[in-house]
């Protein structure tokens, strides 16, 4: 995708214009609506946080949200991050769609689109510039295809190295900038008894998320942008195999620790926060529970330090917006936007951040206000990367995925070598390019 550091300049979000833009939904006379139904339209929204803190936040968005506009009904269901991917697949060859309906960015994204089951939101985006110029380009760009918009980022996240400030200052460590100086800052860490990198791979996305950000900085950006896409992949270029060497390095130099494809991510954080290791890598919205972790204990972060002589792209950074996309089967396509328009209004996503933590690309959402000093420097290197490497696993054709990010429990295991798992890649993405031409 494009540089990320250029973010629009913030313009108020226009006042909610429900049912002025159509007359799909608008009550007549008789107080029925116009499309010959009584009653307020029903909007089905679909997302991915059913635990309860989550659903709390969103719960009130959707009763502030119908209290204002008493003709739609929102009728809500949260299915979990794994689960709601079957979901998707079997709501997509359906004609029981939810009308509003989460979705990662990047290839996740397109195949909506591909399907022709994305409604294009160009028009209402440039209808309404005060909505389309509030949200950062970083979070738009990655939901555009063919130069249309198909989706509305609702969180904006990057990836990062949080560690133990106390255990850096005992070994006199300091942030490593280089990959160099990462291993060496493994190494002294690992001589002195401590693990040095937390790291549950129980479910291999959190794998992923580490070859994410080294196949961008091992493969140039123009090949690995064609080998991404699903008609082209070749996946030959020699920095695949380097990306896989290097993070099974990290492994087999015991900077890990032990079982880590037994290992939960979440119970990582956990030890992470008991001083038992002294990094981990994690999400910029996980920042807020590492913080009530520690306790006080101080911490900071780093990002994938580069790799001196690597020929891909050093200075992007791991992550990527997620958010919604409107069905293009839906029967109400304005009261779904004018939904999605309201959740995701300056308001609503200073919400957002001050109750669930998570990072907002709303310009101006996350402020110092009402946001810890983290969560506002997170924010400020995401903005100062070049660009972001999307998740690996959303942003392969799934057909890839699905033999890649398994392939690396066994890279792990020391069952299956990088080139190993490059040709079973390889295979699987000619497949994947035999049936997308």
């Known amino acids: 995708m494009k540089s990320s550091t250029r973010f629009l300049a913030f313009a108020p979000v226009l006042a909610l214009a429900v049912l ?57 269901e949260a299915v979990a991050d794994e ?30 689109v591909s399907s022709s089951n994305a409604f294009d939101l160009t028009e209402a985006l440039n209808a309404d510039p005060g909505w389309k110029d509030s949200i950062m380009k970083a979070g738009l760009e990655p939901f555009t295809f063919n130069n249309k918009n198909y989706g509305i980022p609702l969180r904006i996240n990057g990836k990062f190295f949080v560690y133990n400030k106390t255990l850096f200052a005992k070994y006199k460590l300091s942030e490593p900038q280089t990959w160099d100086q990462f291993m060496s800052t493994c190494e002294t860490l690992k001589k002195n008894g401590v693990v040095p990198i937390a790291f549950g791979n129980i479910t291999p996305w959190a794998a992923c998320h580490y070859l994410t950000g080294l196949n961008q900085k091992w493969v140039p950006q123009e090949v690995r942008e064609k080998d991404y896409d699903p008609k082209n992949g070749e996946f030959t270029d020699p920095g695949y195999i380097k990306a896989l060497q290097y993070f099974k390095n990290l492994n087999d130099k015991g900077y890990f620790n032990k079982g880590v494809n037994s290992t939960e991510h979440n119970m990582m954080v956990e030890t992470f926060a008991q001083g038992k290791q002294a990094m ?40 990527a917006p997620d958010g ?26 200073a919400k957002l951040v001050s109750t669930l933590g998570w990072p907002s690309p709303v310009i101006g959402a996350v402020n110092s206000s009402n946001a810890p000093d983290f969560l506002v420097k997170g924010m400020e290197a995401i903005q100062k990367a070049e660009g972001m490497a999307l998740w690996l696993d959303t942003d392969i054709n799934i ?5 890649y990010l398994p392939d690396l429990q066994e890279l792990l295991n020391g069952k299956k070598t990088p080139q190993q798992i490059m040709k079973e890649v390889q295979d699987a993405a000619r497949q994947v390019a035999s049936e997308t031409k």
Not at 91 to 108: A, K, N, R, T, V
Not at 303 to 310: F, V
Request: glycine residues 8%.
């Open 20 to 76: 002025g833009m159509t007359a799909c939904g608008r009550k007549s006379d008789s107080g029925a609506s116009a499309n010959g139904s009584s009653g307020p339209v029903e909007i089905k929204f679909l997302h991915k946080w059913p635990q309860p803190v989550n659903m709390a936040y969103f719960e009130g968005v959707v009763k502030a949200f119908e209290t204002a506009n008493p003709n739609i009904k929102i009728k809500m």
């Open 83 to 112: 689960p709601i991917k079957d979901k998707l697949r079997v709501l997509m060859g359906s004609d029981s769609q939810p009308d509003i309906y989460f979705s990662w960015s990047g290839e996740f994204a397109k195949k909506f």
């Open 280 to 319: 981990m890598y994690v999400e910029l919205e996980e920042f807020q529970d590492v913080n009530t972790k520690m306790a006080g204990k101080p911490w900071g972060f780093f990002p994938l330090p580069s790799i001196e002589n690597a020929p891909g792209n050093q200075k992007f950074l791991t992550g």
């Open 324 to 349: 919604f996309m409107v069905s293009a089967k839906t029967k109400h396509p304005q009261e779904a936007i004018a939904f999605l328009k309201f959740l995701t209004n300056k308001e609503n996503s």
């Open 399 to 403: 057909k890839i995925s699905d033999i």
